[in-house]
């Protein structure tokens, strides 16, 4: 089956920890996304990447980095910098790289949590 | 600013009754459009597009949109509401003169009761 997998489901950090967030999609798409939700927000672009070995930062970047090596996987790692980082965290790609018709396809999400 | 708006935090239906979720963007030119669904705890799923044409609008489990230029709205609705529609509903929208990157509604609960 294709699709997006993020692991871990379930994370939690402590204080002053980077920890990463992964995401691997089999759906041979050239872009990818990162978004943060928040209860009663929508979704806020954190970076998004539409091509290998180049990536943007999207509205919230700070605090956060990520690499974009392989076409499959786009992982995200949240700093120590990231003074707020508790909140649901979803990988997306989409078709094709301005990502502009084609629909995203989301994976099942992470759960982020500050000890 | 662009921004898109989703005036009711949550909508409540019976089952059986049609059911209509508001969404209204301020962008500048023509821009695409989108609904997704959101489960508790998954990862959002794509329900429909309008990029142009028709402006009624068909997708998946029933639902449909209307593009309505003159009141720069795309609300979802369902003529026939099910209890497993119970969900987050968002809307999105791709202003075609900016980078090409989604702007978010902030989401509305939909709770469909027996």
């Known amino acids: 089956d294709g699709g997006i997998t993020q692991s871990p489901k379930y994370l939690f950090r402590k204080e002053g920890q980077n920890v990463t967030l992964s995401c691997e999609q089999n759906?041979?798409?050239?872009?990818m996304y990162w978004y943060r939700q928040d209860p009663g927000q929508g979704l806020r672009l954190i970076y998004y990447s539409q091509i290998v070995n180049d990536f943007q930062k999207g509205d919230i970047a700070e605090g956060y980095s990520v690499s974009r090596e392989k076409k499959e996987s786009f992982p995200l790692t949240v700093t120590s910098a990231q003074k707020n980082p508790t909140a649901f965290y979803l990988c997306?790609?989409?078709?094709?790289?301005?990502?502009?018709?084609?629909?995203?396809?989301f994976g099942p999400g992470t759960r982020l949590t500050v000890l | 600013a662009q921004s898109v708006a989703q005036p009711e935090d949550q909508v409540n239906v019976a089952e059986g009754n049609p059911l209509t979720v508001k969404c209204t963007y301020s962008?500048?030119?023509?821009?695409?459009l989108f609904w997704y669904v959101q489960y508790p705890n998954r990862g959002l799923q794509f329900l429909l597009k309008y990029i142009t044409g028709d402006n009624l609008v068909k997708g998946s489990y029933g639902f449909e949109a209307e593009f309505n230029k003159s009141q720069t709205s795309f609300h979802l609705k369902k003529p026939s509401a099910l209890v497993s529609d119970s969900a987050l509903y968002f809307c999105?929208?791709?202003?075609?003169?900016?980078?090409?990157?989604?702007?978010w509604g902030a989401g509305t609960k939909l709770i469909i009761k027996p």
């Open positions: 759906l041979n798409h050239d872009a």
């Open positions: 962008v500048s030119g023509n821009p695409y």
């Open positions: 997306a790609s989409t078709r094709d790289p301005l990502g502009t018709y084609n629909e995203q396809f």
């Open positions: 999105a929208v791709i202003p075609l003169d900016s980078n090409y990157q989604l702007i």
